[in-house]
């Protein structure tokens, strides 16, 4: 099953670079050959937020994309569980390190009009976060995406893993849900693909559906990927047949223009 990725060593990163003072604020830097300007992808991972759930798995994905020709930006940040984890200092983590991405564009040969943002599951929810409040942020990918955090917590996914999240229910802390729900959200600038499988027994793939339709009545640019016999590991595992929809979803947004 592809979910043995999460306890499979990834290949090194060329630099680990800490964007903060806190030991979680941190990303892993791989560079593919060529002298560059090179397209980035910012990878954010899974995990429903909480801190038990590190950034290693996603080296995977990250390696296999640095292998296509990108630069991998593979952030880790604060979680459930760690000091001021969880919603806003999640998402501020994010946001820092972003910035910290073009900060060292120029020492890195890296190509700011060529950044992409993805991110798998809890990941999916903070990418389109991100490109919500963050205008300069112009292409997305959700994969499996925790895409509409009320409904996530309806469904108590991953035994309340929104609720953890956001520091309470959506009567407790209404505007937590309102600033952090990528469903909530107006994404005007920048183009967004949804990826999720059929089979996602973990994140069902209704939330990108519903999310789909639902931004598309907002007139948002986003194409929507339904993989018909894909489960939620599928998405990140380059070992698998999905693997390819992923890399192509990549490499055609990167095509796309600012």
């Given at each position: 099953?592809s979910?043995?990725?999460l306890?499979l060593?990834?290949?090194?990163?060329?630099?680990?670079?800490a964007?903060?003072?806190?030991p979680?604020?941190?990303?892993?830097?791989?560079?593919?050959?060529?002298?560059?300007?090179?397209?980035?992808?910012?990878?954010l991972?899974g995990g429903f937020w909480?801190?038990k759930?590190?950034?290693?798995?996603?080296?995977?994905l990250?390696?296999?994309?640095?292998?296509?020709?990108?630069?991998?930006?593979?952030?880790?940040f604060r979680?459930v569980?760690n000091?001021?984890?969880g919603?806003?200092?999640?998402?501020?983590?994010?946001?820092?390190?972003?910035?910290?991405l073009l900060?060292i564009?120029?020492r890195?040969?890296?190509d700011?009009?060529r950044?992409?943002?993805?991110?798998?599951?809890?990941?999916?929810?903070?990418a389109?976060?991100?490109a919500?409040?963050?205008?300069?942020?112009k292409r997305?990918?959700?994969?499996?995406g925790?895409?509409?955090?009320q409904r996530?917590?309806e469904?108590?996914?991953?035994h309340?893993?929104?609720?953890?999240?956001?520091g309470?229910t959506?009567q407790a802390?209404?505007?937590h849900?309102?600033?952090?729900?990528?469903?909530?959200l107006?994404?005007?600038?920048?183009?967004?693909?949804?990826?999720?499988g059929a089979l996602?027994?973990?994140?069902?793939?209704?939330?990108?559906r519903?999310?789909?339709?639902?931004?598309k009545k907002n007139?948002?640019?986003l194409?929507?990927?339904e993989?018909p016999?894909?489960?939620?590991?599928?998405l990140?595992?380059?070992r698998?047949?999905?693997?390819?929809?992923?890399?192509k979803?990549?490499?055609?947004?990167?095509?796309?223009?600012?």
């Amino acid at each position: 099953m592809s979910e043995d990725i999460l306890t499979l060593t990834p290949p090194p990163a060329d630099h680990r670079l800490a964007y903060g003072s806190d030991p979680n604020q941190f990303g892993d830097l791989r560079l593919p050959k060529g002298k560059g300007p090179l397209p980035v992808v910012m990878n954010l991972h899974g995990g429903f937020w909480r801190a038990k759930y590190d950034l290693a798995h996603a080296g995977h994905l990250c390696a296999a994309l640095t292998a296509k020709g990108f630069a991998t930006w593979n952030l880790e940040f604060r979680r459930v569980g760690n000091p001021e984890g969880g919603w806003p200092g999640t998402f501020d983590d994010v946001a820092a390190g972003y910035r910290f991405l073009l900060q060292i564009a120029d020492r890195f040969h890296l190509d700011t009009d060529r950044i992409a943002v993805i991110g798998h599951s809890a990941g999916g929810q903070l990418a389109l976060c991100l490109a919500a409040h963050v205008p300069a942020v112009k292409r997305v990918v959700s994969l499996a995406g925790v895409v509409d955090l009320q409904r996530g917590y309806e469904l108590h996914l991953s035994h309340d893993a929104v609720a953890e999240f956001l520091g309470g229910t959506p009567q407790a802390v209404p505007e937590h849900y309102r600033d952090a729900d990528p469903v909530r959200l107006s994404i005007s600038a920048a183009e967004q693909v949804l990826l999720h499988g059929a089979l996602d027994d973990t994140v069902p793939s209704d939330f990108s559906r519903n999310y789909a339709e639902t931004k598309k009545k907002n007139h948002e640019n986003l194409r929507l990927v339904e993989i018909p016999k894909a489960d939620h590991y599928d998405l990140i595992d380059p070992r698998s047949a999905t693997w390819k929809e992923v890399e192509k979803a990549v490499i055609e947004l990167q095509a796309v223009s600012s």
